[in-house]
């Protein structure tokens, strides 16, 4: 008898995860190589080509398939509570209410024009929304954590995610060759990457470049995005809770404030007022990115190629017209604050 039929039956995430789990390391194994590219990109790229290989395709929509799932939905909720553990309130603060201000309107306008420019473009389903979320937040994640409330389809989130992986490598290159004609001194030029790219991996990789005090401004104007990801996903609980009408009063609503949106809150304030060891927050910065590498792998197998060419056009649209956007706000608060 084969020992290992019980335990897959017992445990049928297991292969997925440990294929999430060996892509994470392929992954890392990548960023360390070019370190140019960061590991959550190449997690997600990774997860893209898995699942347009006619040989693997039937494992991913098979055997892998709920390990996967778990990878993309649960994995991603406990790697954004640990992404709270980033976040101080102190270091928010100490950028000053023109900052803070210009930051969270650059969140809101965003969010608000790219929904309008998905609906405009008639992207399907909750596409509007997870795009919006992703381009205006904080990419991937954010699009992740967006996705489990509004219980949108892992097929419906994929595209998305391809869309703000897309933009957000592009942004790797293109920023730094308009830095100096633009004009920007080195920590503006942090406070436009921060304020304009999507991913906290895609800031790094970028901002980079123009020294380590540009990269602290770009990193502590990213997680002040970051922040506005609890109030966002909280009202779009609520908007779903209200439209969840079900006659049967034992129905399942969605929670006002889903328990990972808390859970991510309560590790800002663990954060900003608990004095952690540093060992502690490298550990738990080490558990976010690996859980978050496997969960954007999970996210990635599930775009297909021919559906996003199929819809192609118009998504691409949306997500290019949308990073100009943002990058053109940046671009503002950053002549604003000076």
Request: hydrophobic content about 60%; glycine content about 10%.
């Amino acid at each position: 008898m084969n020992s290992a039929a019980p335990s897959t039956r017992t445990l049928p995430w297991l292969p997925g995860a440990a294929a999430a789990a060996v892509a994470a390391l392929a992954a890392w194994g990548i960023h360390w190589l070019v370190p140019a590219v960061p590991l959550l990109t190449a997690a997600v790229v990774l997860g893209i080509v898995v699942g347009q290989l006619p040989f693997a395709r039937s494992a991913v929509t098979g055997v892998l398939a709920p390990g996967l799932s778990t990878a993309a939905k649960r994995l991603m909720r406990i790697g954004v509570v640990l992404l709270g553990l980033k976040l101080s309130l102190g270091d928010i603060a100490g950028l000053g209410w023109v900052t803070i201000a210009t930051t969270v309107a650059i969140v809101v306008v965003t969010f608000v024009g790219t929904l309008w420019l998905g609906r405009l473009f008639r992207l399907p389903g909750h596409q509007p929304l997870l795009v919006a979320t992703g381009f205006s937040i904080c990419g991937a994640s954010a699009i992740g954590a967006m996705s489990g409330v509004v219980k949108s389809k892992d097929e419906e989130t994929a595209t998305p995610v391809a869309l703000v992986t897309l933009c957000g490598t592009l942004a790797i290159f293109v920023l730094p060759v308009l830095w100096h004609p633009l004009g920007l001194t080195d920590l503006q030029f942090g406070h436009w990457v921060g304020a304009g790219v999507h991913d906290v991996g895609q800031v790094v990789a970028t901002a980079q470049i123009a020294g380590s005090a540009a990269l602290a401004v770009a990193i502590v104007v990213k997680l002040t995005r970051v922040l506005m990801l609890a109030p966002m996903v909280a009202i779009a609980s609520a908007v779903e809770r209200r439209r969840h009408v079900d006659p049967d009063p034992a129905a399942k609503r969605p929670p006002i404030v889903p328990l990972f949106v808390a859970g991510f809150i309560v590790a800002v304030l663990v954060r900003s007022f608990v004095p952690l060891p540093q060992v502690v927050i490298d550990g738990a910065d080490q558990l976010q990115t690996a859980l978050l590498a496997m969960a954007l792998f999970g996210l990635g197998t599930a775009v297909r190629l021919r559906t996003l060419l199929g819809t192609g056009s118009r998504a691409l649209a949306v997500g290019l017209l949308s990073w100009v956007l943002i990058a053109a706000l940046a671009l503002g608060a950053v002549q604003l604050s000076s």
